[in-house]
C-alpha cells in the first residue's frame, strides 16, 4: 500500500471515532489540519485542499486534504489528493494554490525536504522547493516528472531555499506569475516573484516586497490579487527566528497598491490587519463563480492550545469572506447565506439598558447574532459562553471608540480593536458568527474582523447584553442553530 491509500484507508477506519466538530465551519475529517491550500472554483464547485496529517491531532508529515462545497456550509470530504512519498517532498508537500489550465486542474506547492524531521533543526540541510500536480477530474493528482520546477537553480543568490515556500500562482495577460515566501541573507522575510508560460519552466522574475531588518518577520504564505481596480497583497507574519517569538505574534496583514507585471514592482498605498484576533493564520484567496474575490483562513494560530485529544480532530478554517476595496481598506464580509441558515429575527428595538442590567438572549452553543449601536451610545458588553462566572465578553466603549474581547476559554488574552466607527454611518454594527469553539466579529459589514477561538470542554451557552453607562441600542437580530 502507498502513502496515499495508507492515509485514506486510515481515515475511513478512523473518522468514527471524532467528535465535537464545529457546526458551520470546516474542519477534518479526523486529524490535524493547517493552512488552506489550492483554494478555487473548478468544474462547477469550490475546492478546499489544506495541509493536513490525518493520525493524530498535531503537526506533522504534511499531506494535501481535500474536500469540496458549493455554498460553504455542506462539505464533502474527498480522498487525500497528495502524500509526501517523493524524494524531493519527503517531508511535507507544503502549502500551495491551484489554477485551471486547459481544462485541468494543476496544483502548485512546495516540496520540503528536512532529513532531522524537524527536531533538530540544522538550516543547511534543509530544502523547500516548489513542485507541480495535475489532475483531469480535480480529485487524482499526477506530480509532474521535471518536480521540483523552481528549485536551487532558479533561486538567486541571496535567499535561502531553507525558507522558500508557499506558492500562489495566477494569470495575467496569458503569462502566469507565482508569489513566493523567501527569507534572505539577512534572515528576514521577503516575498518575491516568478514567471513562466507553460507552469513548467520558471524564471525568477522580481522581490515584490521586503520586510525591514527591525520588524524581525518572515512573511508566509502570499498572494496576490486584484479587486475593485486595486492590486491587493496578503501574508502571513511570523516570528524569523525563536528569540523573537514575543514580539512578533502570527499575524495576517494586507497592502493595497498597484502592481506593475511587466517590471515586477508593487507600490503599495495602503495596508491593514486581516484580522484582529490572534486565530485567522495563512489564508488563501480564489475568484469565485460570480466574479468575486473570496477568502478563506485557518481559524487557529501555531502554539496554540489544543482541543482535548479524543475529540480527534484539531483546526478549523474561517468562514469564507467576501473582499472588496472601500475607501482605500479591506472589507471583508461572510460569504455564506446568514438569513437561510440562522433565519435570524429582530428580538428587540431601541433597547436601553442601565448600568449592571442584563438582556437575555439565548441558551443555544450556535448562531448569529447582530447587534446595531447608535454613536450616541455609552457603554455594554455582549456575554456569549456564558456560565456561572466564566464567559467570552465583548466591552464595547462607544465614547471612547473601542471594543474589547476577553474571556475565561482558550489561551488568547484581550483583543483590543480601536476605531470602531471610521465610516460616517449614525450607528456601529457588531455581526457574530458563534460556533462550537469559535467567534467571528465582523464590524461595520467587515471593515474590521475579529476571530477567537477556544476548545474548552466547559463553555457555557447562555448569551447575554449587560449593560454599562448609558447604554443604548437600536437593534438586536439573533437566530440560533
Ligand atoms: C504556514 C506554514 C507554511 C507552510 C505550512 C506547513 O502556516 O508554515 O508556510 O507551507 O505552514 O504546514
Redesign the pocket.
Known amino acids: 500500500m502507498n502513502k496515499l491509500q495508507k492515509a485514506n484507508e486510515y481515515i475511513q477506519q478512523n473518522k468514527n471515532n471524532v467528535n465535537n466538530r464545529p457546526i458551520y465551519h470546516f474542519s477534518p475529517e479526523i486529524g490535524w489540519m493547517?493552512?488552506p491550500n489550492g483554494f478555487t472554483f473548478y468544474q462547477g464547485k469550490y475546492h478546499l485542499f489544506y495541509?493536513y496529517y490525518p493520525y493524530d491531532i498535531v503537526?506533522s508529515d504534511?499531506h494535501w486534504g481535500h474536500a469540496v462545497t458549493e455554498n460553504f456550509i455542506d462539505w464533502e470530504y474527498l480522498p487525500v489528493a497528495m502524500a509526501n512519498d517523493k524524494a524531493y517532498d519527503a517531508n511535507?508537500c507544503?502549502?500551495g494554490s491551484a489554477i485551471e489550465k486547459d481544462g485541468k486542474l494543476y496544483v502548485m506547492y512546495?516540496g520540503?525536504v528536512d532529513p532531522n524531521l524537524g527536531f533538530d533543526k540544522v538550516e543547511s540541510e534543509i530544502a523547500e522547493r516548489q513542485c507541480i500536480a495535475s489532475s483531469e477530474d480535480g480529485i487524482t493528482f499526477e506530480k509532474h516528472k521535471l518536480n521540483p520546477v523552481i528549485g536551487e537553480k532558479q533561486l538567486p543568490e541571496g535567499y535561502l531555499i531553507c525558507d522558500f515556500?508557499?506558492p500562489k500562482v495566477i494569470e495575467v495577460n496569458g503569462v502566469y506569475y507565482c508569489v513566493l515566501?523567501v527569507r534572505n541573507a539577512q534572515r528576514r522575510g521577503e516575498i518575491i516573484m516568478f514567471k513562466s508560460l507553460d507552469l513548467v519552466q520558471w524564471t525568477y522574475h522580481s522581490s515584490i516586497f521586503q520586510s525591514t531588518f527591525e520588524e524581525n518577520k518572515l512573511l508566509?504564505?502570499p498572494d496576490l490579487f486584484k479587486v475593485d481596480e486595486k492590486d491587493v497583497l496578503l501574508f502571513?507574519e511570523?516570528p524569523c527566528d525563536p528569540e523573537y517569538t514575543k514580539d512578533v505574534p502570527n499575524t495576517t496583514a494586507y497592502l493595497i497598491g498597484k502592481m506593475d507585471f511587466e517590471r515586477g514592482k508593487f507600490t503599495p498605498d495602503d495596508k491593514g490587519l486581516l484580522d484582529y484576533g490572534q486565530t485567522f493564520?495563512?489564508p488563501q484567496s480564489t475568484e469565485g463563480k460570480d466574479g468575486e474575490r473570496l477568502l478563506i483562513g485557518?481559524m487557529h494560530r501555531?502554539n496554540q492550545t489544543n482541543p482535548p485529544k479524543e475529540y480527534g480532530f484539531n483546526g478549523m478554517m474561517s468562514l469564507p469572506r467576501k473582499l472588496n476595496v472601500i475607501n482605500e481598506r479591506l472589507v471583508q464580509q461572510p460569504f455564506i447565506d446568514t438569513q437561510n441558515y440562522f433565519s435570524p429575527s429582530v428580538i428587540g428595538e431601541i433597547v436601553q439598558l442601565t448600568e449592571g442590567e442584563e438582556m437575555h438572549i439565548e441558551g443555544k452553543t450556535t448562531g448569529f447574532l447582530e447587534v446595531v449601536v447608535p454613536k450616541t451610545s455609552g457603554e455594554f458588553t455582549i456575554k456569549l459562553n456564558k456560565e456561572g462566572e466564566k464567559s467570552t465578553n465583548i466591552k464595547v466603549d462607544v465614547e471612547n471608540n473601542v471594543l474589547l474581547l476577553s474571556s475565561d476559554y482558550g489561551d488568547e488574552g484581550n483583543i483590543k480593536v480601536e476605531d470602531l466607527s471610521t465610516n460616517s454611518d449614525e450607528n456601529i454594527k457588531l455581526s457574530l458568527y458563534i460556533d462550537l469553539h469559535s467567534i467571528e466579529l465582523f464590524i461595520n459589514s467587515g471593515e474590521k474582523v475579529v476571530s477567537f477561538t477556544a476548545y474548552d470542554r466547559d463553555k457555557g451557552k447562555d448569551i447575554m447584553l449587560v449593560g454599562g453607562e448609558k447604554a443604548e441600542l437600536k437593534r438586536i437580530v439573533y437566530g440560533g442553530r
Open positions: 493547517n493552512d495541509q503537526w504534511m511535507g507544503f502549502s512546495t520540503h515556500r508557499d515566501s508566509e504564505c502571513s511570523m493564520y495563512a485557518w501555531w
